[in-house]
T-cell receptor, first 115, second 110 residues
Framework: DAGVIQSPRHEVTEMGQEVTLRCKPISGHNSLFWYRQTMMRGLELLIYFNNNVPIDDSGMPEDRFSAKMPNASFSTLKIQPSEPRDSAVYFC?????????????FGPGTRLTVT | QQPVQSPQAVILREGEDAVINCSSSKALYSVHWYRQKHGEAPVFLMILLKGGEQKGHDKISASFNEKKQQSSLYLTASQLSYSGTYFCGTEDSGTYKYIFGTGTRLKVLA
């Protein structure tokens, strides 16, 4: 399996622009997680889906952030409008319920820079 | 509330042992451990479910004390490849909400 695929790997955009990050989970996994990592705040869970349904979006920082999972093989995280403080590495991870808990496999991440 | 890891950073010589602790203020269902190398994604190491079990993976093992809401990761006879940042991920036993810990930077020197 190719593992979790994320695109783009790097994104540089100007403040106010819309940014869309994409994720393809591992085939057969039924849970998908979006994380943001910064030096200041560490690794933060933004939202997670189970069977394509958003279960917990309490980590989504503001209404400027939205996430969708239209099918089992694709998810997007959108920021509109983007701000410099959104600069971070965004990871997508997928998992299947194993032994009662989730073993998460992370994608390579998207490094977002908002100027 | 983010689980607190200690120490924040540790430097070892190859072959030395280390212990990394993860403490939560909430009752836990499970604890996960991940290692992240610089510029890379976190990589799963192991899961421990409530029940006080201990697990091992090569020379890396972990314990989970459900009553104390703590987990410890033990690295024995450390190798250069162990260098990286270690994160615990905790799953709340009430809400099953998943939160990563503050991280521990570990560097192994030759």
């Amino acid at each position: 399996d190719a593992g979790v695929i994320q695109s783009p790997r790097h994104e540089v955009t100007e403040m106010g622009q819309e940014v869309t990050l994409r994720c393809k989970p591992i085939s057969g996994h039924n849970s998908l997680f979006w994380y943001r990592q910064t030096m200041m705040r560490g690794l933060e869970l933004l939202i997670y889906f189970n069977n394509n349904v958003p279960i917990d979006d309490s980590g989504m920082p503001e209404d400027r952030f939205s996430a969708k999972m239209p099918n089992a093989s694709f998810s997007t995280l959108k920021i509109q409008p983007s701000e410099p403080r959104d600069s971070a590495v965004y990871f997508c991870a997928s998992s299947s319920l194993a032994g009662g808990s989730y073993e998460q496999y992370f994608g390579p991440g998207t490094r977002l820079t908002v100027t | 509330q983010q689980p607190v890891q200690s120490p924040q950073a540790v430097i070892l010589r190859e072959g030395e042992d280390a212990v990394i602790n993860c403490s939560s203020s909430k009752a836990l269902y499970s604890v996960h451990w991940y290692r992240q190398k610089h510029g890379e994604a976190p990589v799963f190491l192991m899961i421990l479910l409530k029940g006080g079990e201990q697990k091992g993976h090569d020379k890396i093992s972990a314990s989970f004390n459900e009553k104390k809401q703590q987990s410890s990761l033990y690295l024995t006879a450390s190798q250069l490849s162990y260098s990286g940042t270690y994160f615990c991920g905790t799953e709340d036993s009430g809400t099953y909400k998943y939160i990563f810990g503050t991280g521990t930077r570990l560097k192994v020197l030759a």
